[in-house]
């Protein structure tokens, strides 16, 4: 069985994110790019498949503009086999990415698709969610642990009370948790190899997908600003300002 | 037209956060219903016709809806949506599952973790851990939109709208509940708790966390951590507070031996006093912190609890 992974290029995890002076968007101009971190878990998570023999191939997909295919060679810099990049410039939401991920997965026929749960720029969490609804297949989302084994899934989700089983038909989509495993480091010899695999480039048109955007950004601001207070010297000290400063104890 | 509200319950009565999703709801249109699916959900559908500002509860049983599983509940509605101008659900571990999923069957957008509606059809919601706001618009016939809990008062109960039947919809076989494992605790639910303790990397071991939880039942609090205590171990998934767990409001967060990465303050900063205690007086949490204190949180807590036992 082949499995589909999806990585985002997105503002790495560690930068402060300014927004622009004329409230459009976030500064992304000469800022660092990275994998999506839930989706690093994905990839790794389609690795280990493949390395217990429940895959047969792991294809890394994007979309996005041409330097997506950086985040792509990340992928298969960890072990993934070939890449798949749906290039456009134009903005990309959710839903539009759902769509393109479903006509290439027409086109590839995986097994498994697994998808971060989230992207850390826009933090949406529907891209997977959206996927398994277009395909008509199942969805374990947030997934802390899967099990493939006679044509469904087991999977341990993340949920508010704590965790849930869920076994669920193949083909599926997974959308990763945390917890799921933690992601290999590309070793050099295999960032070597990677530039010599191959990344199919495709185009949204070429696909029949409309990617026009469904919601209008009106303007992106600064969260209000929370100010510093002061430090105290002593637990009395804390103990009553809570009590008689801020009134909450 | 009408919004409707789509309730996760536990059977008996719908969540807390449903009361919250009300009052989005309420923003948006005055007509309210609600749709509470379940499985022998009698009592949650009259939790639900009791929250003010609700019309009309519309009341589905089906054994398929007992566990919330997405491929079954989206569905329902599905059908449901054409009659509204909005679906609304709070956006917690359900709706986030079960949202995305109606609107792309609706092929429309999903606005996630709204928290105000400024108009019906334009929304701001936080992007990059809450590092920016967004406001964004609409152009979809029916807005799908999942709504941040905290940001919104819970409708008040005492109401009494009329509960109707609707069908269920044909069961999907896409996937099965095999069963819970739900942390048990005693202690308020996190998300609607008043005062939060929350303890991060600093604590150093799960055996340490007993350390807050008596802090905590002194206060009355609810328990939460930061990632790094959830990935060592130290404490389960549902008590991670931040951009990608549960994001809290109380009046009062203590924050003990968390470092105050971005992806945690995205989860708690909301909170209306925060108290900070860390070693290292560097801790960007101190950035937000109403007050901080600097030292060894072994010292510290105990003498915390102590306080607050005498008081």
């Not at chain 1, 004329?22 to 994998?35: F, L, P, R």
């Not at chain 1, 493939?148 to 849930?164: F, H, P, Q, T, Y």
């Not at chain 2, 923003?27 to 559908?45: C, F, K, R």
Request: charged share 25%; net charge neutral; proline share 4%.
């Amino acid at each position: 069985m082949k499995v589909l992974v999806a990585v985002k290029r997105v503002i790495d995890y560690n930068v402060k994110i300014r927004v622009k002076a004329d409230n459009t968007g976030v500064e992304t101009a000469n800022v660092k790019m990275s994998m999506n971190p839930f989706d690093e878990i994905a990839v790794e998570e389609a690795l280990r498949m493949k390395e217990k023999g429940l895959a047969t191939e792991v294809i890394a997909f994007s979309a996005g503009p041409v330097q997506c295919q950086e985040t792509i060679r990340t992928a298969l810099a960890m072990g993934a086999d070939r890449g798949v990049l749906v290039q456009t410039d134009a903005e990309l939401q959710p839903l539009a990415v759902a769509k393109l991920l479903k006509a290439v997965v027409d086109k590839e026929q995986p097994g498994l698709v697994i998808v971060g749960k989230q992207a850390i720029d826009d933090d949406s969490n529907q891209t997977g969610q959206m996927l398994a609804a277009l395909l008509g297949w199942s969805q374990g989302t947030f997934a802390n642990k899967l099990n493939i084994a006679d044509g469904s899934a087991e999977v341990k989700r993340e949920v508010d009370g704590g965790l849930e089983n869920i076994k669920i038909k193949l083909p599926a989509v997974i959308t990763t948790d945390l917890r799921l495993n933690e992601p290999r480091y590309a070793s050099l010899p295999n960032i070597m190899k990677a530039k010599k695999k191959p990344i199919e480039v495709l185009a949204p048109d070429a696909l029949g997908v409309d990617i026009a955007p469904r919601l209008k950004t009106l303007k992106v601001e600064e969260p209000p600003k929370r100010k510093a207070g002061i430090k105290v010297k002593t637990v009395a000290e804390l103990f009553e300002k809570l009590r008689n400063e801020a009134g909450v104890i | 037209m009408a919004v409707l509200v789509v309730a996760a319950h536990d059977g008996k009565t719908v969540r807390a956060n449903v009361a919250n999703a009300v009052t989005a709801a309420t923003q948006m249109d005055t007509d309210v219903h609600v749709l509470v699916a379940g499985s022998g959900a009698d009592e949650a559908a009259k939790s639900a016709a009791a929250l003010q500002g609700v019309a009309k509860v519309l009341h589905a049983e089906d054994a398929a809806y007992a566990n919330w599983l997405a491929e079954d509940i989206a569905p329902l509605v599905v059908r449901l949506a054409p009659a509204y101008s909005h679906v609304v659900m709070a956006a917690d571990s359900v709706g986030k599952n079960v949202a995305p999923r109606v609107a792309a069957l609706l092929d429309v957008a999903q606005v996630s973790e709204a928290i105000q509606v400024v108009s019906p059809d334009t929304f701001v919601r936080p992007i990059y851990a809450g590092n920016a706001m967004a406001t964004v618009q609409s152009a979809d016939k029916i807005k799908i939109v999942t709504i941040r809990p905290t940001n919104f008062k819970a409708a008040a109960t005492g109401g009494s709208a009329a509960v109707e039947k609707t069908d269920a919809a044909a069961a999907a076989g896409l996937s099965t509940f095999v069963g819970a494992e739900l942390s048990k605790s005693e202690r308020p639910e996190l998300t609607s708790a008043k005062i939060v303790v929350s303890g991060g990397r600093g604590l150093a071991s799960g055996e340490n966390f007993k350390m807050l939880e008596t802090l905590a039942d002194k206060l009355g609090a609810g328990l939460g951590a930061s990632r790094a205590a959830v990935d060592a171990g130290y404490v389960p998934n549902d008590y991670q507070v931040g951009q990608t767990g549960k994001v809290v409001a109380p009046d009062l967060y203590i924050a003990i031996g968390i470092s105050g990465a971005i992806q945690h303050l995205a989860g708690m900063k909301d909170s209306k006093t925060i108290v900070a205690i860390n070693k290292d007086e560097e801790a960007p949490i101190f950035q937000v912190a109403d007050y901080g204190i600097v030292g060894d949180l072994f010292q510290i807590v105990p003498e915390l609890t102590a306080a607050v036992e005498k008081k």
